[in-house]
């Protein structure tokens, strides 16, 4: 059974350029979390939907950054301009309702902006 | 708004010693409590968790505890060995609320020196 799968991998960029990230949840969960993670700021949650609708975006920093889940296969987080601020590790985590409570994180895209 | 402290920030222990790191939580709903390990370039994963119905957990030689009324919690590790190198973070969520949304801490590094 595959993880959750995250794309890019890595992604360099340079400052004021558009950047989307990925994320194929594990079939059958019904939450999807997107998560930053850096040294000064630790592991932040941006964004949270259950059953493909945001229920909670108060962790989005500024309006640069929009997330939307189209299916319950698929998510985007898209940062648009990016600022080299937003260089850091984005992970993405699903979990389902029922069972245990465990959220289980992709490999994270790191990102870099120049 | 709810929040969970997390202490210390740095732990360094003998291998074979025994590791404590403690979480309190604001939150006096909250109710379950996972903790997380996260090596170094890794994606976190869950380790052990605990439910506000009970005050211990074991499991080999990891062990969280529970004081409700205090509102911490604390993760034990025994025998340290060198695999248990990583940055561990503890989290707190409400889950009656059907609210899987976990409020983090800070995270733990914990260095085993051989």
């Known amino acids: 059974d595959a993880g959750v799968i995250q794309s890019p991998r890595h992604e360099v960029t340079e400052m004021g350029q558009e950047v989307t990230l990925r994320c194929k949840p594990i079939?059958?969960?019904?939450?999807l979390f997107w998560y930053r993670q850096t040294m000064m700021r630790g592991l932040e949650l941006l964004i949270y939907f259950n059953n493909n609708v945001p229920i909670d975006d108060s962790g989005m920093p500024e309006d640069r950054f929009s997330a939307k889940m189209p299916n319950a296969s698929f998510s985007t987080l898209k940062i648009q301009p990016s600022e080299p601020r937003d260089s850091a590790v984005y992970f993405c985590a699903s979990g389902r309702t029922s069972g245990r409570n465990e959220q289980f994180f992709g490999p994270g895209t790191r990102l870099t902006v120049l | 708004g709810e929040n969970v402290e997390q202490h210390p920030s740095t732990l360094s222990v003998q291998e074979g010693d025994s590791a404590v790191i403690k979480c309190t939580y604001s939150?006096?709903?909250?109710?379950?409590f996972p903790w997380y390990k996260q090596e170094l370039g890794k994606r976190p994963q869950l380790i052990i968790d605990?439910?506000?119905n009970v005050g211990e957990k074991k499991d080999q030689r990891i062990a969280v505890t529970l004081n409700k009324t205090a509102k911490h919690f604390s993760l034990h590790i025994t025998e340290t060995q060198p695999e248990d190198s990583a940055v561990y973070f503890c989290?707190?969520?409400?889950?009656?609320?059907?609210?899987?949304?976990?409020?983090w801490g800070a995270g733990t590094k914990l260095i085993i020196k051989p």
């Open positions: 079939s059958g969960h019904d939450y």
């Open positions: 939150d006096s709903a909250s109710n379950y």
């Open positions: 605990i439910r506000s």
């Open positions: 989290a707190a969520s409400r889950e009656q609320d059907s609210n899987y949304q976990l409020i």
